[in-house]
């Protein structure tokens, strides 16, 4: 009994007190040394008597981590913080992570689909290949997505997600209960199932969003000094740290700066998700933001002068062609020089 519950304080990641233990311990103790010493029957029931306490006592420790662990699956935000705190080598390929001992390496573009019940297939140039999962109790999945790739996810309640470079997506394998929750450290745009009853929930470090049933684009990079929500269609809600809470509708976007929510605009949605088609719509973007993101979206770095971020810049930009070809488009009508270097590209206002 004893070895299934130290068993199961394993499994279940819960640590009791060293008081706990220790007391625990001194009544294992004095039941071998009193049962060795007493033989008459009447000692024979305080025994049982002390088995019934020591079941109680473990009774309360299985409670303890039933609870805890109903909690811990119910906490996405914990969960991400403990996931993320793990080392993971980084690669060029996608990595679906299934568990600490199963890390799935894929390749750009693509899909990744849950099944109703949780089971997972990688669906690539139209060949779908299901995947174990040797881990049936893992509450948790996750997607690393590095720079220079992207790839889709199919949830398992139905929901779409394109992941864009450099972004990290914790998920569960099935949602349960009333509300659906992912967590997002980068850029998605998301079409959410609708339903009711189990409102959806994209959570990152600094900002949430609640929808029912919708569309819409999140730019959350922790590395940035902004964030961005734009809404395709449907309705969102957002909410910051400290509870300031705000409604967007179609073709409007949600700034977010300094962990707080600065306010919303009229835009056109559709330019803030072409990155999925390899666009990008620029219209007044500031030249060190657009860099940062063809920098994040081939996986090459990108360096430059501190003036050249303050130039504003209009047009189209064709992500499907070479970084050299897009920078030489820039240069046609930004004053800027480019000089190549080993470890990427410079950038600097033409003299």
Not at 137 to 154: A, C, D, F, S
Not at 157 to 181: A, M, Q, W
């Amino acid at each position: 009994v004893i070895r299934g519950f130290i068993n199961y304080l394993r499994g279940k990641e819960l640590k009791p007190t060293d008081g706990e233990m220790n007391d625990l311990w001194i009544k294992i103790c004095e039941e071998v040394d009193w049962s060795s010493r007493q033989k008459h029957k009447k000692y024979f029931l305080f025994y049982a008597g002390w088995g019934v306490a020591a079941s109680v006592l473990l009774a309360i420790f299985w409670f303890k981590g039933i609870s805890f662990n109903q909690e811990k699956k119910m906490d996405i935000s914990d969960a991400s913080s403990t996931l993320f705190a793990h080392s993971i080598e980084e690669t060029e390929d996608v990595q679906l992570i299934m568990s600490t001992d199963q890390i799935i390496p894929l390749k750009s573009n693509a899909t990744i689909e849950y099944s109703g019940n949780g089971q997972v297939a990688i669906n690539s140039k139209g060949k779908s290949k299901p995947i174990e999962d040797v881990n049936a109790m893992e509450e948790y999945n996750q997607v690393i997505v590095p720079k220079g790739k992207h790839t889709r996810l199919l949830l398992s309640d139905g929901s779409c997600l394109h992941i864009n470079s450099g972004t990290k997506v914790i998920y569960p394998r099935i949602f349960n209960g009333k509300r659906r929750e992912i967590f997002v450290n980068g850029e998605i745009y998301i079409d959410v199932k609708h339903d009711e009853k189990a409102p959806f929930y994209v959570k990152t470090s600094d900002f949430e969003v609640c929808v029912l049933g919708t569309a819409f684009n999140v730019h959350a990079y922790s590395s940035d000094e902004y964030a961005e929500v734009v809404l395709l269609r449907g309705r969102v809600q957002i909410k910051d740290q400290q509870e300031h809470d705000l409604q967007l509708l179609p073709n409007q976007l949600a700034l977010i700066q300094d962990k707080k929510l600065a306010g919303k605009k009229d835009v056109e949605a559709s330019d803030y998700i072409s990155w999925i088609q390899g666009l990008l719509i620029l219209k007044g973007e500031p030249l060190d933001r657009v860099l940062s993101k063809l920098e994040r979206y081939y996986g090459v770095s990108i360096q430059y002068d501190s003036d050249v971020a303050k130039l504003d810049m209009h047009g189209n930009l064709d992500m499907n062609y070479d970084l050299a070809e897009v920078l030489h488009r820039i240069a046609i009508t930004a004053p800027i020089q480019i000089k190549k270097l080993e470890s990427g590209y410079y950038i600097q206002i033409a003299r």
